[in-house]
């Protein structure tokens, strides 16, 4: 078996999103006790993200965020067109004659 030659670890922090009273999101960011494993791709999961210590703090928070509200905007537009199709449906229905089926 070979010998480790490439140092593939690096410390890492874990930023995460947490409420107020008055509900609104501030983030918070801890610095991991150990080194990780350097991974080829960082992505946020829920309201946690875990990246390299050498992106910063405002780069771990920017993109944990970012993600988020691109998540919610996805699930905006989704909705919105779920919403299209039901009403168009709605429509469709109040055209229907009341009588009751033969």
């Known amino acids: 078996m070979g010998e480790q030659v490439a140092y593939n670890k690096c410390e890492h922090c874990n930023v995460e999103l947490h409420t107020n009273e008055s509900g609104e999101y501030y983030p918070v960011v801890n610095r991991m006790d150990k080194f990780t494993i350097i991974r080829g791709e960082y992505h946020p999961v829920g309201n946690h993200f875990q990246y390299p210590r050498n ?9 944990l965020l970012e993600t988020r509200i691109a998540d919610k905007i996805k699930v905006l537009e989704d909705t919105q067109a779920e919403l299209t ?18």
């Open 85 to 102: 199709k039901l009403q168009s449906c709605l429509e469709k229905v109040q055209e229907w004659d009341g009588d009751i089926l033969n």
């Open 55 to 63: 992106w910063g703090k405002k780069k771990g928070a920017t993109i």
